[in-house]
């Protein structure tokens, strides 16, 4: 007896995916200069619209500055693809690999062939540089892509829906948006790679959910990443160094210092020169138009829960500017504590905002010690001209990546991997690196005419298997 099988309907994300990997299939290996083309013509359509991207991001922020805009979202975006034009060829080359003794005269080469379709999911603080960013590698790899834009950003999402349908048709790159059902079915969706790039509690969920599907991600996530300045390091120049990392966008950035180790008997100092070269930067705090806006109520009254519930546990807390906030507005200054504890939550998840807790120490090895005892960071900043200083806390950490005398600038390096750690991410992008998480490596073992495989075939025990394995175990 036949027996009918019904399909349930696809839904309109398993549809979207179900048409870029049908459409990837009849053209799985989209030739250098088809891919230079599209990079070229999404630099374009960046720049074109430039203006549209930082009027967008002031409107979702309620303020957001121009040059934040400018320099961490858009700027990277047009680096990342001219670094890419200039080392793509390099990249799709396949990699000659040395056959070895036991399979000559085969020889065996590596071949970078794209996954097919990837799912980029993207976080509200940079929605542009960490949805173009990742797409750049992705299009470069020859992949097709599909990215989940937060809900929180619409403004911003409608003009890179524009954008890319100036240069991409929905086969080539499809933008999704929607609340936290529509990420949890697109993470659910049988990706050939998911990139995702948000909090580790999300990020597990994502993980959990490509899992069913045994799906390979990469997550960018985050964590408490430190900023040990050294006893040589003199304070005004530690707070030069580190302040920038701190108040770009506010502080809403996965790479942002989240705590300070400082010498115990530098505290007091330290503080006066985080006021003293915030109030320099950011004059006129209130109306100041360099310093952006927290996001949205919901992120504003989450920071002010974790500065009450650090008062209520002892901590003291000393704003950077005048005042804390202006009345109507979600615009925080750094807000530096000092006497923080493990019990409070400031010290507990990431902070993701311009709240700075100072931590004393006595010895480095103790600032070392205090960073390996927590999980390991995203990112490590180490504040020090001396080299055996550097070298010792380099040797004894684990973190994501580092910066020496510098914060958050290590992200902007082209040519260099960037990734987290454990809890901070797995997996890497950016670069080279990235083209590779983007691509699958197959090696391809060529025999030719001469088969010397065949001197190990049965029956076994011959004189040339003797002395072959005479000398190959030894």
Not at 359 to 369: F, L, P, W
Not at 417 to 438: A, D, N, Q, R, V
Request: charged residues 20%.
């Amino acid at each position: 007896m036949n027996m009918a099988v019904e399909h349930s309907p696809l839904s309109p994300l398993q549809q979207l995916l179900h048409s870029q990997r049908s459409q990837y299939l009849s053209m799985p290996a989209p030739s250098y200069e088809s891919r230079v083309t599209k990079l070229k013509q999404l630099k374009q359509s960046l720049l074109q619209n430039q203006q549209e991207i930082v009027t967008a991001l002031n409107n979702d922020y309620g303020h957001r500055s121009e040059n934040d805009t400018v320099i961490s979202d858009i700027m990277p975006c047009i680096n990342n693809i001219n670094y890419t034009l200039k080392n793509l060829k390099a990249w799709m080359k396949p990699s000659k690999r040395h056959a070895g003794l036991l399979l000559s005269p085969s020889k065996v080469t590596v071949q970078y062939q794209p996954l097919g379709v990837v799912g980029i999911i993207v976080p509200w603080n940079f929605p542009v540089m960490l949805s173009i960013g990742p797409l750049i590698t992705a299009i470069a790899a020859g992949n097709r892509a599909m990215l989940k834009m937060s809900e929180f950003t619409p403004h911003i999402n409608q003009v890179l829906r524009d954008l890319l349908a100036q240069v991409f048709d929905q086969n080539e790159v499809a933008l999704v948006e929607g609340e936290a059902d529509v990420a949890a079915q697109f993470s659910a969706l049988p990706f050939d790679h998911i990139l995702f790039t948000g909090s580790t509690v999300v990020g597990r969920h994502v993980m959990r959910a490509a899992a069913e599907n045994l799906t390979p991600v990469t997550l960018e996530l985050g964590g408490k990443s430190p900023a040990i300045i050294a006893p040589d390091m003199p304070i005004e120049t530690a707070v030069e160094r580190l302040i920038f990392g701190k108040c770009l966008n506010a502080g809403q950035i996965c790479v942002a210092p989240d705590y300070v180790l400082c010498p115990e008997d530098k505290i007091a100092e330290f503080i006066q020169a985080y006021q003293a070269r915030f109030n320099k930067m950011y004059p006129d705090f209130d109306s100041n138009p360099d310093y952006g806006n927290i996001i949205n109520d919901r992120q504003f009254e989450r920071l002010t829960k974790v500065i009450d519930d650090a008062k209520a546990k002892g901590a003291t807390v000393i704003s950077a500017s005048t005042g804390r906030v202006t009345s109507g507005k979600r615009k925080l200054a750094t807000q530096l504590m000092t006497n923080v504890n493990a019990d409070m939550l400031v010290m507990q998840d990431e902070i993701f905002g311009p709240i700075l807790p100072i931590i004393g120490y006595q010895s480095v090895d103790e600032a070392i010690g205090y960073v390996n005892q927590r999980d390991r960071p995203l990112a490590l900043y180490i504040l020090s001209f001396d080299g055996k200083t550097q070298n010792n806390i380099l040797h004894h950490t684990h973190s994501g990546g580092v910066c020496i005398n510098d914060t958050v600038f290590h992200v902007a390096a082209d040519d260099a991997p960037f990734g987290g750690i454990g809890p901070s991410g797995m997996g890497h992008y950016h670069g080279k690196e990235g083209f590779l998480t983007f691509s699958h490596a197959k090696t391809v073992l060529n025999s030719g005419k001469i088969n010397s495989g065949i001197l190990v075939h049965p029956p076994y025990g011959t004189v040339i298997q003797k002395m072959l394995m005479k000398f190959f175990l030894r």
